[in-house]
Structure formats: C-alpha cells, structure tokens
C-alpha cells in the first residue's frame, strides 16, 4: 500500500532552517508529482510547493526565495529545505503525491518561535 512519512520537524528559531523529508512507498516514485503542503492551526491547508516527475518546481509566493523542494528518486524521497523560517511558517506540513491517485503523509509539525 501507499505510504509517505514525514520527518524532519521541530522547533526552530526565526531566521532558522529545516529541511523536511517524505520518504515514499508503494508506488512507482519517479513517475509521480509531489507536493508539500502546510495548515497551521485555524486555516485552511495550502501549497507551499509542487516538484513534477521531471523536476519542474513551483513555490506559493510567500516562500519562494526562502524554500527549495527537490526529489532523490534513488530513494523514493522528496525533500522541502525551509531556510529564514519565520512565525507564520508555523504549521503542520504534510507530504502529498500529487499525481492520481493521491495520497496524504500525516504530517509533521513545524514551530518558529523564539
């Protein structure tokens, strides 16, 4: 069956980095789209950053400069480096195959506090 965990979270000051993990199974990796998606508490989920199957990338607006998405096929992993973290980047973060059928890691939470 289809499996993604996260891993990688934690507590991290302002101006911080982290980088998140999704290690991926069950599935032919290198052919999928993934995403990495964020909600913190009270709002909506959202995008925070899509990488296809060919490596095409693409960033919300409000981490783009900050956060890089990149995939290592060789181990069905895809990763989201988080650098100058700010407070509002406080949010569980999850991992998504985004090509059909899709599927939700359980995510892992990020807290940006001083």
């Known amino acids: 069956q289809v499996q993604l965990v996260e891993s990688g979270g934690g507590l991290v000051q302002p101006g911080g980095s982290l980088r998140l993990s999704c290690a991926a199974s069950g599935f032919i990796f290198r052919t999928n789209a993934m995403a990495w998606y964020r909600q913190a508490p009270g709002k909506q989920r959202e995008l925070v950053a899509v990488?296809?199957?060919?490596?095409?990338?693409n960033y919300a607006d409000s981490v783009t400069g900050r956060f890089t998405i990149s995939r290592e096929n060789a181990v069905n992993t895809v990763y989201l480096q988080m650098n100058s973290l700010k407070p509002e980047d406080t949010a569980v973060y999850y991992c998504?195959?985004?090509?059909?059928?899709?599927?939700w890691g359980q995510g892992t939470q990020v807290t940006v506090s001083s």
């Open positions: 998504k195959k985004e090509t059909w059928p899709l599927y």
């Open positions: 990488i296809s199957a060919a490596g095409t990338t």
